[in-house]
């Protein structure tokens, strides 16, 4: 069976869900922000602060490329990982994608209420307004690559309604 792979924006539900769906399944769960911690042995955010975003980006690219095809994996991207060095092409030609499309608004109030600080494009400690700003902006441009997704949904969307939708494509 072919892997599915979960996009979307930071706090967009991707690990909860893809748990949800792995153990459904009988699938793999692998968060590729996991992936790369331990080959770097170092936080997300660290490899940002230290190494920069193009480091890290060459780095995420080479995890999503290790991913082998029809492993009954489901994988959580990272929220940039499908729009930088072709992901999204890479993503489509070895999988099942599914985009959990959360309104920025929603997603302000997840990450707010989240005690993760592993959001390193994403600063809590601006004003809401200027975080609010950040991740319109962030939306704006990733959604070109994420509505090129097999399946799109709202990102309220329960598991059984995924594999609904699944089941229609597969």
Same mark, same amino acid.
């Given at each position: 069976? !072919?892997?599915?792979?979960?996009?979307?924006m930071p706090s967009s539900g991707k690990s909860t869900l893809g748990k949800q769906l792995a153990k459904r399944?009988?699938? /793999?769960?692998?968060?590729t922000d996991d992936l790369i911690e331990n080959q770097e042995t170092t936080t997300v955010s660290d490899i940002f602060q230290?190494?920069?975003?193009d480091y890290f980006r060459l780095v995420e690219n080479k995890i999503l490329r290790g991913i082998q095809p029809? /492993? !009954?994996? %489901?994988?959580? +991207?990272g929220g940039g990982m499908p729009c930088f060095h072709s992901g999204i092409d890479f993503i489509k030609a070895n999988g099942i994608s599914i985009f959990l499309n959360v309104e920025p608004? *929603?997603?302000?109030? $997840? %990450? /707010?209420?989240? *005690?993760?600080?592993n959001r390193p494009l994403?600063?809590? +400690? +601006?004003? /809401?307004?200027?975080?609010?700003?950040?991740? !319109?902006? $962030?939306?704006? *441009? $990733?959604f070109q690559y994420y509505k090129q997704a097999d399946i799109q949904i709202d990102g309220s969307i329960d598991v059984d309604q995924i594999l609904w939708l699944l089941d229609e494509i597969v």
């Open positions: 069976m !072919k892997n599915i792979f979960l996009l979307g399944l009988d699938f /793999q769960f692998v968060d230290y190494k920069g975003e029809n /492993q !009954k994996l %489901i994988v959580a +991207t608004e *929603d997603l302000l109030k $997840r %990450i /707010q209420k989240s *005690d993760a600080n994403i600063n809590k +400690t +601006t004003s /809401q307004e200027e975080l609010l700003a950040n991740i !319109k902006k $962030r939306y704006e *441009d $990733r």
